[in-house]
């Protein structure tokens, strides 16, 4: 006779699979299907021929093996429930932090003023542009002469007429050029206090005043009093 745990064993040692399709999981068996399998074998046994005792304490040792098996799957699940949490509130540390991440967003504050950061490969002239929401420049920023390596700036809000702008988010890019007028690779970052931090998607999103990244893009943290950057 051949004992209804080899139908599951595999089962419990998968492990729940939260992605199956209702149809595969309908192909499971649990706990509850064995017992029903293992008391229609009692019932439709051979009288001739009955279960021997060894073998009817074999499978309910197997059953007990198997039952620990689903308990451990429940547990690690739970721990790794619980870990995913820890990590996902962790993202909270970053509040009042100042941050370095990936990105072209420059934040203008309602203070008037936004921070901006990016690398460059090689030293090289550096001119930041600050650009609107339809792409046009409105404020050249002239840096001079930079090494390579991250550099910071600050923007005053005015346009290159002297116009206030508006708080929100703008966009910028580095024109970078060795003396020879060769472009050198500038790399945009984001920089500033982190504001506030979304947690409703499947991972966290941070915010610089209005611009958002991914915590994934974070590339440096740090405490205010920390930060050392230059202001036009």
């Not at 992605?19 to 029903?36: E, N």
């Not at 229609?40 to 093996?65: H, K, W, Y």
């Not at 702008?165 to 920089?191: Q, W």
Request: with cysteine; aromatic share 6%; net charge negative.
């Amino acid at each position: 006779m051949i004992s209804p745990i080899n139908a599951i064993q595999s089962t419990a040692i998968q492990g729940t699979d939260t992605t199956s399709t209702p149809s595969k999981a309908a192909d499971k068996l649990g706990k509850d299907d064995f017992l029903k399998i293992f008391m229609a074998q009692i019932q439709n046994q051979d009288p001739m021929s009955p279960m021997e005792g060894t073998e009817f304490t074999a499978q309910l040792a197997q059953f007990s093996s198997l039952e620990q098996l689903f308990n451990v799957n429940d547990n690690l699940a739970a721990i790794k429930d619980a870990n995913g949490n820890t990590t996902r509130y962790d993202v909270l540390n970053f509040m009042g932090k100042e941050v370095v991440a990936k990105g072209d967003q420059l934040s203008l504050g309602a203070d008037g003023t936004g921070k901006g950061a990016f690398q460059i490969a090689g030293t090289a002239g550096c001119t930041v542009q600050v650009m609107d929401s339809s792409g046009s420049v409105i404020r050249n920023i002239p840096l001079g002469t930079l090494d390579a390596g991250q550099h910071h700036f600050e923007w005053d809000g005015l346009s290159d007429s002297g116009t206030r702008m508006t708080a929100g988010t703008y966009k910028f890019a580095v024109n970078a050029a060795d003396e020879a007028g060769n472009p050198v690779l500038a790399d945009t970052m984001i920089s500033g206090k982190v504001t506030r931090v979304n947690l409703e998607g499947d991972s966290p999103i941070l915010y610089v005043g209005d611009s958002p990244f991914d915590m994934g893009d974070v590339l440096e943290i740090s405490d205010p009093a920390e930060v050392d950057s230059g202001s036009v």
